[in-house]
């Protein structure tokens, strides 16, 4: 007989003093270890808590600790109880199944015991990872663009000083020359240490004017020019 670890959250202090939600979640959860001939065991409550991260929840963490060393099942009332985001769900599901352990939830009755329950979540896997994607296709063509109009990207180049629109990017003539001087020192054979050392050596400053000159800093520079 498989054994069920039970988690409960609430998200608010006062539902968490009455206990009604605490109650009826564990009621609906211990019906159905009944039903499924499964032994409840260990049941984890965090109560008052937000549902935002699940890092954040100690009774989850001991939950998922528990459950993956025994194999068994995660039995929730509703996704919405267990995590916020689909990437939450989806990390613990993995974290889960990685263990041999399956995930329950009632309330949308997902049951990776089963293969149609295996199948939503593999679903919800690849969904998830289109959102990245895309999220990083929009990220990468709005940077390009950027880069096009001579604007701003992450951290200003070396080389370059931000213009007075705040926006746009204008050559600095000095560290132009010290540009110049790194590939120079390059094709001569310099190593990247070496071309830090002489860098130094000649008092140039680096882009905060602060400290040595590294030898991956010289790295970064050679890889844009």
Not at 54 to 68: E, F, H, I, K, T
Not at 144 to 164: D, N, Q
Not at 177 to 198: F, T
């Amino acid at each position: 007989m498989k054994t069920a670890t039970a988690y409960i959250r609430v998200s608010t202090e006062g539902q968490a003093t009455d206990g009604v939600s605490l109650d009826a979640q564990q009621a609906k959860i211990a019906a159905w270890c009944v039903v499924n001939d499964v032994e409840l065991g260990s049941v984890f409550i965090d109560a008052g808590i937000s549902g935002k991260r699940a890092d954040n929840r100690p009774q989850l963490q001991s939950a998922l600790d528990g459950v993956c060393q025994t194999g068994g099942v995660l039995v929730v009332y509703s996704l919405s109880r267990l995590a916020r985001s689909t990437k939450d769900t989806i990390a613990i599901s993995e974290r889960l199944d990685k263990a041999g352990a399956d995930l329950v939830s009632l309330s949308e009755k997902l049951d990776t015991t089963s293969a149609a329950g295996k199948m939503v979540f593999r679903m919800m896997a690849v969904l998830a990872e289109f959102e990245r994607d895309q999220v990083s296709e929009r990220t990468m063509a709005a940077m390009a663009h950027k880069k096009s109009k001579g604007e701003r990207v992450g951290k200003i180049p070396f080389g370059f000083t931000l213009a007075g629109d705040g926006v746009s990017l204008v050559e600095n003539i000095e560290e132009l020359r010290a540009v110049e001087l790194i590939r120079s020192l390059k094709a001569q054979g310099y190593s990247l240490r070496a071309i830090a050392a002489e860098l130094d050596a000649q008092k140039i400053p680096t882009k905060d004017g602060k400290g040595k000159w590294q030898h991956t800093t010289v790295k970064s520079i050679l890889a844009r020019v």
